[in-house]
């Protein structure tokens, strides 16, 4: 980076100990370097140092009673992090792991990710390090309705509208939304995600994991191939994981492993994906009861051996950072030929360098699981006309936007003199309708 470094330089300065949040910075803003140079009023409008700065950061306690009769507390947090081309949008994640970094990372990809579906949505991101696992349903709605109940100030149908993440599904939305509309008495699209009697679009729960499959199509395309026939590797068996798995399945291809926060299972046979639904989506289990069920498995301790296995594709699904130097070797070493992200910076750079060395397909998740994001943009639509769409209407959409991510990606890497640069295409298109609009708007 030349142009740019002082603008990294300072975010570094200002943000010390937000290792996630740094990565995003500079993986994005070294594929902007260039633009930079292109386009100098950029630079003058201080596009750039505006860009990486959350418009607003809202960090709050969550005290709720447990099961017990203790009062446990929680922190909560939402990044509102660019309104420049809409509203802001992006879920909200429960899990331990939950930090000022990984939201603020999550929410500066979103920006982009969000630009590139071609939808009017800005950029956000929330969450809690509240841990919905082995908690009853009680608890999880009181904690859902005390998280709600200093959130709700901050949103609303055209002001910042959330969805579900990691630990936030149907049943926590649910509880979120209700609480929403208690507290204010407007029934409006405040959340996507949610339950089809109650305003859900047909096609969101399926729609992360199926836009991935749909974007993969669109990269064996460009080199003669299909899913066919192929390998894959699927991480997670959460909603991205299985719905990856569904897609893949039913363009022929082999979802041979997938895994949990403990291990993962393979499968030789491939994965019986009506197994995995009973025991994640209906008990709310764990992986490795997959293996006591199904002879063919067999599981195994720890996440990272996932990368070990021979394949073709592999498609994490679970979590940040899940690919590092050493997985990504494994990976090629193995065989395979193409990794697309369902979950959000799943490669550490490191392993993008793996990638890149050996000549792999490469798609990462700010374009390829963006399917997730553009469905909420469609369930938005559907709220606000008050109609609501046919499964088949709004997948053929889902397909139409995910094929267009793909050409928008690829051209304009092509356009810069990097043909094929996937990561480097998706930061250029998602950046440039951001920044055009800024500039547009004035110093704000
Ligand atoms: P879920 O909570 O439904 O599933 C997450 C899965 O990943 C679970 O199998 C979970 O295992 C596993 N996992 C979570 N944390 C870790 C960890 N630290 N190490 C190993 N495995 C882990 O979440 P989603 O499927 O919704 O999200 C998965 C990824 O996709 C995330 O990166 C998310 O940001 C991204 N994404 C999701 C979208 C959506 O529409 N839901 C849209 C775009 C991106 P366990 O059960 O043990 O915790």
């Known amino acids: 980076m030349k142009i740019l470094a002082g603008v990294f330089e300072q975010v570094k300065l200002r943000n010390p100990n937000e290792p996630e949040y740094l990565q995003a910075v500079e993986e994005v803003l070294e594929s902007l370097e260039i633009v930079a140079e292109k386009y100098p009023h950029f630079v003058k409008a201080g596009i750039f140092e505006r860009i990486v700065e959350p418009e607003r950061q809202i960090i709050f306690r969550v005290p709720w009673v447990d099961d017990n009769g203790n009062v446990q507390v929680n922190r909560g947090f939402r990044v509102q992090y660019n309104s420049a081309i809409g509203p802001y949008k992006g879920g909200i994640r429960f899990h331990p792991s939950v930090n000022l970094s990984v939201i603020k990372f999550l929410g500066f990809e979103q920006i982009f990710k969000n630009s590139l579906t071609g939808l009017p949505m800005g950029g956000g991101k929330g969450g809690s390090d509240f841990d919905p696992k082995g908690k009853s ?146 008990e709310r289990g764990r992986i490795k009861e997959y293996a006591v069920r199904k002879p063919s498995a067999v599981y195994t301790e720890g996440c990272k051996g996932i990368w070990t296995i021979k394949t073709d594709i592999a498609l994490p699904c679970a979590t940040q950072n899940e690919i590092d130097e050493e997985s990504a070797k494994a990976l090629v070493a193995g065989g395979c030929r193409l990794v697309a992200e369902g979950a959000n910076m799943p490669s550490t750079p490191g392993a993008i360098a793996v990638y890149q060395a050996n000549g792999l397909l490469y798609a990462p998740g700010k374009a390829s699981n963006a399917g997730g994001v553009a469905t909420s943009g469609l369930e938005m639509s559907q709220n606000s006309i008050r109609m609501s769409w046919s499964f088949e209407e709004v997948d053929e959409k889902l397909q139409g936007i995910m094929k267009s991510i793909y050409k928008n990606a ?33 110093v704000v």
Do not use: W
């Not at 068996?237 to 993962?264: H, L, R, T």
């Not at 890497?413 to 708007?441: C, H, I, R, S, T």
């Open 137 to 282: 349903d009680n608890e999880v709605m009181r904690f859902c309705q005390s998280f709600m109940n200093e959130l709700y100030k901050y949103v609303g149908a055209d002001v910042d509208v959330p969805a579900g993440d990691i630990g936030v599904g149907g049943r926590e939305v649910g509880y979120m939304f209700g609480q929403y509309k208690r507290l204010t008495d407007l029934y409006h699209g405040v959340f996507t995600g949610k339950g089809l009697d109650f305003g859900g679009s047909l096609a969101r729960t399926q729609a992360t994991g199926y836009g991935l499959v749909y974007f993969v199509n669109e990269m064996l395309a460009d080199v003669n191939e299909t899913l066919e026939g192929k390998t894959v590797l699927v991480s997670g068996s959460g909603n991205v994981a299985i719905y990856a798995c569904e897609k893949a399945q039913s363009f022929g291809a082999k979802v041979v492993a997938m895994s949990d926060s403990n291990g993962y299972v393979y499968d030789e046979e491939g994965i019986d994906l009506a197994l995995v639904k009973q025991i994640k989506e209906v």
């Open 410 to 442: 690829s051209d304009a890497a092509k356009e810069f003199g990097k043909d094929g640069d996937l990561v480097f295409g998706a930061n250029v298109a998602g950046f440039l309708k951001v920044a055009k609009a800024m500039y547009a708007q004035g």
